[in-house]
């Protein structure tokens, strides 16, 4: 008979190749989520405002974007709704995942409304954190490796 696994040890969906920027105004929780995001493997950008992610965006094509909701002068629905005037403009979607203290079920709404691919409130779990963007992120990623390959 084997010993149950201690929860640490339990698996979790690994993020290696997937390029993550994250966007808060905090800096622990950037710190934070930086570390669990490369610990499961993602390559990492933080930034602290919506107007250094706009910065950024011109230059890098994250696979996804987590952005807080609430962050002073331009929050992060303004910087959805900007990612998809973009988006709308390429062809493209960049799937982005709010992460935020913020849970009641108007402020979901006003998210999905916006465009959000995902919704996740403060202090989201590891496990939950990388299963979401792997779900989002690895279809798009195996369709582009299959049309590398053809």
């Not at 994250?22 to 995001?37: K, P």
């Not at 002068?73 to 799937?95: A, M, Y």
Request: with cysteine.
């Amino acid at each position: 008979m084997r010993p149950e696994q201690p929860d640490h040890a339990e698996p979790f969906a690994r993020l290696d190749g997937i390029h993550v920027l994250v966007i808060d105004d905090d800096e622990d929780a950037r710190t934070i989520c930086d570390a669990m995001l490369r610990y499961a493997g993602a390559t990492v950008r933080v930034v602290g405002s919506a107007l250094a992610a706009v910065r950024t965006l011109r230059h890098v094509r994250p696979d996804v974007v987590l952005t807080d909701l609430s962050m002073p002068r331009n929050d992060g629905l303004w910087l959805v709704d900007w990612i998809r005037e973009r988006d709308h403009r390429r062809g493209d979607h960049l799937p982005v995942i709010a992460i935020t203290a913020r849970d009641d079920l108007y402020d979901v709404a006003t998210a999905q409304r916006h465009g959000l691919d995902g919704y996740l409130t403060k202090p989201v779990p590891f496990r939950t954190l990388c299963a979401t963007i792997a779900q989002l992120v690895e279809p798009a990623i195996n369709a582009e490796r299959r049309a590398a390959r053809a």
